[in-house]
C-alpha cells in the first residue's frame, strides 16, 4: 500500500471516529479525546508530521465539512433564519457559501504560490484576492474571519487603503467603533490625508456618545470648510 493510500486510510478511520463522537456523545460533553483509541491517535499524529498530497487535503477537507454538517456543526451556523431571509433565502445563502470557498482556495493557492517562488516580491499575492475572500466572509456573517482576511495583508504589504478601509467598516458592523476610529486614523497617517472620513470618525465617536471628541474633529472639520447638519444638530442639543 502506498503512501497515499496509507494517509487515506488513517484520515477516514480518524474521521469516521469524530462523526461516531458527534453522533453519539457530543451531546452528553464527553470529549472527544475520550473516544479515540491510542492508536488511531498516533495515526493521526504521523498524518500532521507528514506532507499530504493536495489531492488528498482537498477530498478530507470535503468529507469532514459533510460530517460537520451531518451531526449538526454547521461551519455556516452564524446565520440566522432572519440572516437568510435577508440575504435572499437558502439559495442565494449556498450561491454565496461556493463563492466564499472559492475565493478563499484562490487566496491559498497565491499565497502557496508566493511560497515556492521564494517569496519574490512579483508573486505577492494581490491585496484584491484578502478582498475579496473578505468580501464574501462578510456577506456570510463571518466578520472574524473577515477581519483576519484584511489584516493579512499587511504580512505581505506594509499599506493598503482599501484593506484599511474595509477593515474599519467591518469594525462598525461588528458596533467596535474605537478599533474603527483607530483603523480610520490609520490610513490618514499611512496616507498624509485628512478631513476624507472625519464624518465616519464623528459618526463613531457619536455610538461611543462621545460628544467633546465629535466637537473636536467638527471644529477641524470646519477650518476645512466643510460642514454637516446632522452633527451640528447633534452638539447643539448635547
Do not use: C
Not at 21 to 30: H, L, S
Not at 32 to 42: F, N, Q, S
Not at 71 to 92: F, H, R, S
Not at 124 to 153: H, M, T
Amino acid at each position: 500500500m502506498n503512501k497515499k493510500n496509507i494517509l487515506i486510510g488513517a484520515s477516514v478511520i480518524v474521521i469516521a471516529l469524530i462523526v461516531v463522537w458527534g453522533i453519539f456523545f457530543r451531546t452528553k460533553n464527553i470529549p472527544l479525546v475520550g473516544v479515540i483509541p491510542e492508536k488511531v491517535d498516533e495515526a493521526a499524529q504521523k498524518i500532521e508530521e507528514q506532507p499530504i498530497v493536495n489531492e488528498v487535503a482537498d477530498n478530507v477537507d470535503k468529507i469532514v465539512t459533510t460530517f460537520k454538517k451531518a451531526v449538526g456543526i454547521d461551519p455556516y451556523k452564524n446565520l440566522t433564519p432572519d440572516d437568510i431571509k435577508a440575504i435572499g433565502g437558502q439559495e442565494a445563502v449556498n450561491a454565496l457559501i461556493k463563492k466564499y470557498e472559492q475565493a478563499v482556495k484562490d487566496l491559498q493557492a497565491a499565497i502557496e504560490n508566493y511560497g515556492k517562488s521564494g517569496n519574490k516580491e512579483e508573486a505577492k499575492p494581490a491585496v484584491l484576492l484578502f478582498v475579496d475572500a473578505s468580501n464574501q466572509a462578510v456577506y456570510l456573517r463571518k466578520y472574524d474571519e473577515a477581519i483576519g482576511y484584511l489584516q493579512d495583508v499587511f504580512k505581505y504589504y506594509d499599506k493598503s487603503d482599501i484593506a484599511l478601509i474595509n477593515l474599519a467598516h467591518i469594525y462598525e458592523r461588528q458596533e467596535k467603533y474605537q478599533q474603527a476610529i483607530d483603523t480610520y486614523l490609520r490610513f490618514y497617517k499611512d496616507f498624509a490625508t485628512k478631513s476624507f472620513y472625519d464624518l465616519d470618525i464623528m459618526q463613531d465617536y457619536i455610538s461611543l456618545g462621545m460628544r467633546d471628541k465629535v466637537a473636536e474633529y467638527y471644529a477641524d472639520y470646519k477650518k476645512e470648510g466643510y460642514k454637516n447638519e446632522a452633527i451640528e444638530q447633534y452638539l447643539n442639543n448635547n
